[in-house]
């Protein structure tokens, strides 16, 4: 690695995705905390919604960083970098759930359409004053209990509010695909509970401040490693 300036914040709102990834090819590598800062949230939900477990889902966002950093080359363009990162975030918590779990289906038929614990009995009085903590962390365990392909497009559609478009590319369905998906997962977790979470929708699943900065550290520590590891003679 070569660059070790920290951009600044001027940088960071400045540049898009594709300068940046250009510039980091360059040999700028301190840019990449760019990308990191900016998507580490996306990544983390996305994650968290395949593994369920806070854990792995920051170690499969360092996974993606990395593997993304090393086919940097690779990035052809066709599609936002946004999407193709968190493609590549997808494909590496899936292979993990299926390392985890080699003898179950993913997606089992028998649960399709059906959310996995019964939602009226967890859910709040519609009379009661329900603050809005309560709200999203119902919202999260909503969402959390749909089916993984429903799931998946609910996470990226309403939480992190991508288009349909750049939901499609991300996780490589058609488009008809994501709306088909979306409108069921709607219908699986009551169109009350979106009706009324309102805004508290963005500030489910939170990632940053230390959280955040150790997934950072976590990605550089790695990149270096390898690139010592690269430039040792053999």
């Known amino acids: ?6 951009p600044d914040r001027t940088t960071s709102e400045s540049l898009t995705d594709e300068e940046v990834a250009r510039r980091v090819r360059g040999g700028e ?36 960083y990395v593997r993304a ?6 990035f052809a363009g066709r599609a936002p970098f946004s999407a193709w990162l968190t493609r590549i975030a997808v494909h590496e918590a899936l292979a993990r759930l299926r390392l985890r779990n080699r003898t179950q289906s993913i997606d089992d038929p028998e649960r399709d359409g059906e959310l996995s614990v019964i939602m009226t009995s967890k859910s709040p009085d519609p009379e009661q004053n329900a603050t809005g903590l309560q709200l999203r962390e119902f919202l999260e365990e909503a969402v959390l209990s749909l089916p993984e ?3 998946m497009v609910v996470m990226l559609r309403d939480i992190e509010e991508l288009s349909t478009a750049e939901t499609a590319q991300a996780l490589e369905l058609s488009e008809d695909n994501v ?5 069921r997962g709607h219908g699986m977790v ?9 805004s508290g929708a963005k500030e489910a699943f939170p990632f940053m401040g230390i959280r955040c900065n150790s997934v950072v550290e976590g990605v550089f520590d790695r990149l270096t490693q390898r690139s010592t590891s690269d430039s040792s003679p053999q």
Request: no cysteine.
């Open 1 to 6: 690695m070569e660059s070790t300036v920290v």
């Open 29 to 64: 590598t301190a840019l990449y905390e760019i990308v990191m800062r900016r998507y580490n949230q996306r990544l983390y939900r996305v994650a968290r919604a395949i593994l369920h477990n806070d854990a792995e889902a920051e170690d499969v966002m360092q996974d993606t």
């Open 69 to 74: 950093y090393e086919h940097l080359d690779q």
């Open 149 to 151: 392909h429903y799931r």
């Open 179 to 183: 709306k088909v998906r979306l409108h």
């Open 190 to 198: 009551r169109s009350w509970l979106f009706d009324r979470i309102g």
